[in-house]
């Protein structure tokens, strides 16, 4: 199916959940994940309007950096090696991955004049397959981040648990809104928290309806 008719679905899908929850739509950012497809498929979603990518390598990343450039705004979305840092830090936009403080030092290091806008990743659903923090490490942690001004922490991200159980995601989901909404009450200027990555293609109407304002779409948007 063509780009353009799955955006259509899926932004009517965004419109009725937004609805349901009392948001405006256009609160709701769409990452286009693009780490399985080609280039071409990555740019077909920007000629339908998609202005937001996401990958999670570094190497797919600037396989389509190098034809794409910096038309879209770039999100890095996968667990970033330290390491591997110097590789994207001056063609993203949002790291997504945020969830050490050595991540945090290689990444205030390298950012040179610029204000690195990131998410902290937290595991919501304690499930050992996952990356990111324990809940009752994120704000310790966000302390921590004061010491690395070239960081500025824009939201959370998180991703479900791997269950078909509604209810399950849904609280995984509304424990992260929880825990937005503590950091922005401790008014950090570097840490302003306003956003909410959350929500993929089998989950983003329930991340929606609980607060999400950037869901990461693959599968339903440009395919497998």
Request: proline share 4%; net charge negative.
């Amino acid at each position: 199916m063509k780009v353009s008719e799955n955006l259509r679905v899926l932004q009517e899908k965004v419109k009725e959940a937004s609805q349901r929850s009392n948001r405006d739509p256009e609160e709701i950012k769409i990452i286009a994940v693009t780490k399985y497809v080609t280039t071409e498929r990555a740019s077909e979603a920007l000629e339908c309007g998609v202005t937001h990518l996401g990958e999670n390598r570094d190497e797919g990343l600037l396989e389509k950096w190098s034809t794409i450039g910096d038309k879209p705004t770039w999100h890095f979305i996968g667990t970033l090696q330290t390491r591997k840092v110097k590789n994207i830090i001056d063609k993203v936009d949002y790291i997504h991955s945020l969830d050490r403080v050595s991540l945090a030092k290689e990444i205030n290091a390298r950012a040179g004049d610029r204000t690195i806008s990131c998410f902290v990743q937290v595991n919501a659903s304690g499930e050992e397959s996952k990356h990111g923090l324990t809940p009752e490490m994120v704000v310790p942690f966000i302390k921590e981040l004061e010491k690395h001004p070239k960081i500025r922490v824009e939201g959370l991200m998180t991703m479900a648990p791997f269950t078909e159980d509604d209810t399950i995601i849904r609280q995984s989901f509304q424990s992260l809104k929880n825990l937005q909404l503590e950091i922005q009450h401790m008014d950090l200027p570097y840490a302003p928290c306003m956003e909410l990555s959350m929500g993929m293609s089998n989950d983003f109407e329930i991340a929606i309806e609980e607060g999400s304002t950037m869901i990461r779409i693959g599968t339903a948007l440009v395919g497998e």
